[in-house]
């Protein structure tokens, strides 16, 4: 089996209920957009550049109520796609610290309606997902328990 089908299979099985979330982890460069891409275009499903996510209504929002109105601003958004499956791309732009975002948390909401699958830009260790930002100012760590990880060979 390629890697393109197996990352198939995974997402489909998510489909069916098996997990509503899934990371695909790779450091930059590895082709994590690449796959993600063509997955999409070949099962027609959607692929966004999390940017698309940060809408006027949401910048309006006191920054102590971001968190909590995130999934819902944002689940408007992904509603306006028709596909069940949902690939964002460029996930740490949801790591700006202005935003306070639990962006794990943010994810499990949205993915109550939709399958979502994102592009990690970091690694694994520790049953954490750990994003270190090139300039060290930026250090994120989620808790992978919950989530599929689907690593980028």
Same mark, same amino acid.
Request: net charge negative; proline share 4%.
């Given at each position: 089996? $390629?890697?393109?089908?197996? %990352?198939?299979?995974?997402?489909?099985?998510?489909? =069916?209920?098996?997990?509503?979330?899934?990371?695909?982890?790779?450091?930059?460069?590895?082709?994590?957009?690449?796959?993600?891409?063509?997955?999409?275009? /070949?099962? =027609?499903?959607?692929?966004? /550049?999390?940017?698309?996510?940060?809408?006027?209504? %949401?910048? !309006?929002?006191?920054?102590?109520?971001?968190? /909590?109105?995130?999934?819902?601003?944002?689940?408007?958004?992904?509603? $306006?796609?028709?596909?069940?499956?949902?690939? +964002?791309?460029?996930?740490? #732009?949801? %790591?700006?610290?202005?935003?306070?975002? /639990?962006?794990?948390?943010? +994810?499990?909401?949205?993915?109550?309606?939709?399958?979502?699958?994102?592009?990690?830009?970091?690694?694994?260790?520790?049953?954490?997902?750990?994003?270190? =930002? %090139?300039?060290? #100012?930026? $250090?994120?760590?989620?808790? =992978?328990?919950?989530? !599929?990880?689907?690593?980028?060979?």
């Amino acid at each position: 089996m $390629s890697q393109a089908e197996d %990352f198939v299979n995974v997402v489909e099985a998510a489909q =069916k209920g098996v997990n509503g979330v899934i990371f695909v982890i790779g450091k930059p460069g590895s082709g994590k957009s690449k796959i993600m891409r063509e997955a999409a275009e /070949d099962k =027609k499903w959607e692929y966004l /550049d999390c940017r698309m996510l940060i809408s006027e209504e %949401f910048l !309006t929002v006191p920054q102590n109520g971001r968190n /909590d109105k995130a999934p819902e601003i944002m689940g408007a958004i992904l509603d $306006s796609y028709n596909s069940d499956v949902i690939m +964002l791309d460029r996930l740490q #732009t949801l %790591f700006v610290p202005v935003f306070h975002l /639990d962006v794990g948390s943010l +994810l499990k909401k949205l993915s109550e309606k939709k399958v979502i699958v994102a592009a990690w830009p970091g690694y694994e260790k520790d049953g954490q997902l750990c994003y270190d =930002k %090139f300039d060290g #100012t930026e $250090s994120i760590r989620i808790p =992978k328990a919950g989530f !599929t990880v689907w690593n980028v060979d």
